[in-house]
């Protein structure tokens, strides 16, 4: 055999021993579970908690009538801009008028009759003084002297008791000129009249201790705007006053408004915003907007994000890549052995046994080795680690069900042809 056959024969021997090899790895790499994966790194986290909710004035004052009567005269409509002390409305004052009237003549029937008794007062107090003198000169009798002490004592009562009713009518008077006063209505303060449930000709009716008024109008500043947010109870430990946030109106989608906690609510929310009973618990959070726009009314829908942590170059993962499980049901049983049958826990146990959570780390083998985490503040995508990773560990990052059937020990096959520069799934 020439010494060309025989390298022929060589080389053709090669290929097949190589083919046979590359076969063989491939059958094995179908057998492995595709994953991908992601480095750790660094990024600027940040935690925020979604909310929605309605747009309402900071001050707003619901003007109801204290006096009864017909609404004679209706000078605002809805969106009207007054000032402090504009004149809105007016109640029908003929009755008060009258009262007021009769009050201030009653008063000044008062004073003639006081006017009266004085003199009155002064001349028993003469005729006192004279039977006094004339029993001293034993020219009249006691009973005499003692007669005209009586007259003078019923005449200075007298006019104490006109003393006591002239303050009586000056009080009723100042009452009667308080509720025809009260018959004007005027702005309270400078906005915008945001509701007028009332037309003209209608009757105002006063609130009792059981029943509200009637709301005649509601006038908010408008300058000053919050939008109160529905905030659910998991998330209100996070939420904190001064803390930023971030606002969409419904009326300016494509807007984005800076506000700030301003106010927490400490009871549950039993209406929601819309004016349904709740369903779920939440509380109220009130956000102040900065430079809201001028066209802005009570009741437009809002939805935002407050802002309750802030990492900047954070140790981060990806939210998909950390596992949450019993650290038993991560280990692969033995070879030959089956899996004993896991009872039904107990109360106790289920107390014992408490899930744990971690990563899939891919050593340079291509097998996986679960690593407890200790997390910290969750963004949008990514999620803190405070322990137990450090920068540039490759984790498994999914799929999800690639995740779940994981365990210790077991290969992998990485394929991240699918998952963009950024480390986001496409």
């Given at each position: 055999?020439?010494?060309?056959?025989?390298w022929?024969?060589?080389?053709?021997?090669?290929?097949?021993?190589?083919?046979?090899?590359?076969?063989?790895?491939?059958?094995?790499?179908?057998?492995?579970?595709?994953?991908?994966t992601?480095?750790?790194g660094?990024?600027?986290?940040?935690?925020?908690?979604?909310?929605?909710?309605?747009?309402?004035?900071?001050?707003?004052?619901e003007?109801?009538s204290?006096?009864?009567?017909?609404?004679?005269?209706?000078?605002?409509?809805?969106?009207?801009?007054?000032?402090k002390?504009?004149?809105?409305?007016?109640?029908?004052?003929?009755?008060?008028?009258?009262t007021?009237?009769?009050?201030?003549?009653?008063?000044?029937a008062?004073?003639?009759?006081?006017?009266?008794?004085?003199?009155?007062?002064?001349?028993?107090?003469?005729?006192?003084?004279?039977?006094?003198?004339?029993?001293?000169?034993?020219?009249?009798?006691?009973?005499?002297?003692?007669?005209?002490?009586?007259?003078?004592?019923?005449?200075?009562?007298?006019?104490?008791?006109?003393?006591?009713?002239?303050?009586?009518?000056?009080?009723?008077?100042?009452?009667?000129?308080?509720?025809?006063?009260?018959?004007?209505?005027v702005?309270p303060?400078?906005?915008?009249?945001?509701?007028?449930?009332?037309?003209?000709?209608?009757?105002?009716?006063?609130?009792?201790?059981?029943?509200?008024?009637t709301?005649?109008?509601?006038?908010?500043?408008?300058?000053?705007?919050?939008?109160?947010?529905?905030?659910?109870?998991?998330?209100?430990?996070n939420?904190r006053?001064g803390?930023?946030?971030?606002?969409t109106?419904?009326?300016?989608?494509?807007?984005?408004?800076e506000?700030?906690?301003?106010?927490?609510?400490?009871?549950?929310?039993?209406?929601?915003?819309?004016g349904?009973?709740?369903?779920?618990?939440?509380?109220?959070?009130?956000?102040?907007?900065?430079?809201?726009?001028?066209?802005?009314?009570p009741?437009?829908?809002v939805s935002?994000?407050?802002?309750t942590?802030?990492?900047?170059?954070?140790?981060?993962?990806?939210?998909?890549?950390?596992?949450?499980?019993?650290?038993?049901?991560?280990?692969?049983?033995?070879?030959?052995?089956?899996?004993?049958?896991t009872?039904?826990?107990?109360?106790?146990?289920?107390d014992?046994?408490k899930?744990?959570?971690?990563?899939?780390?891919?050593?340079?083998?291509?097998?996986?080795?679960?690593?407890?985490?200790?997390?910290?503040?969750?963004?949008?995508?990514?999620?803190e680690?405070v322990?137990?990773l450090?920068?540039?560990?490759?984790?498994?990052?999914?799929?999800?069900?690639?995740?779940r059937?994981?365990?210790?020990?077991?290969?992998?096959?990485?394929?991240?042809?699918g998952?963009?520069?950024d480390?986001?799934?496409?």
């Open positions: 055999m020439s010494s060309r056959l025989k022929i024969l060589g080389a053709v021997a090669a290929v097949v021993v190589v083919l046979v090899v590359v076969a063989s790895v491939a059958g094995k790499d179908r057998k492995l579970t595709r994953v991908t992601a480095k750790v660094k990024a600027d986290l940040v935690s925020t908690v979604s909310c929605n909710g309605r747009v309402q004035a900071k001050t707003k004052v003007i109801s204290q006096v009864m009567g017909q609404i004679v005269n209706l000078a605002v409509e809805e969106g009207d801009v007054v000032k002390g504009d004149f809105l409305l007016q109640i029908d004052k003929a009755q008060y008028d009258a007021t009237k009769a009050q201030q003549a009653n008063l000044e008062l004073f003639a009759q006081r006017e009266s008794d004085r003199a009155t007062v002064d001349q028993a107090r003469r005729d006192y003084e004279r039977e006094r003198k004339n029993f001293e000169a034993k020219i009249t009798s006691e009973q005499v002297m003692q007669k005209a002490k009586l007259q003078l004592d019923a005449a200075v009562a007298s006019l104490n008791a006109v003393e006591r009713r002239i303050e009586q009518a000056r009080a009723q008077l100042l009452a009667s000129k308080d509720s025809l006063g009260k018959t004007t209505l702005a303060m400078n906005g915008i009249v945001t509701a007028r449930p009332v037309e003209q000709g209608e009757n105002a009716v006063v609130g009792t201790m059981n029943n509200p008024g709301v005649l109008l509601t006038i908010s500043d408008m300058s000053i705007v919050e939008a109160e947010m529905e905030v659910d109870e998991t998330d209100i430990p939420v006053i803390q930023k946030a971030k606002l109106l419904d009326a300016w989608p494509d807007k984005k408004f506000g700030v906690v301003t106010e927490i609510g400490g009871s549950p929310i039993t209406k929601s915003a819309l349904t009973d709740a369903t779920a618990v939440n509380f109220k959070v009130k956000v102040q907007l900065k430079d809201p726009p001028a066209a802005i009314r009741g437009f829908s935002g994000e407050i802002e942590d802030r990492r900047p170059g954070a140790l981060a993962i990806p939210i998909p890549a950390l596992v949450v499980a019993e650290e038993a049901s991560l280990k692969r049983p033995e070879k030959g052995k089956k899996p004993v049958p009872p039904t826990p107990s109360a106790a146990d289920k014992r046994k899930d744990v959570e971690g990563v899939f780390v891919v050593d340079k083998d291509g097998k996986v080795d679960f690593r407890k985490v200790k997390t910290g503040i969750t963004a949008e995508l990514q999620i680690v322990e137990g450090k920068e540039g560990d490759e984790i498994v990052s999914g799929p999800f069900r690639a995740l059937a994981l365990r210790i020990g077991d290969r992998v096959k990485v394929d991240n042809s998952v963009p520069r480390g986001k799934s496409s």
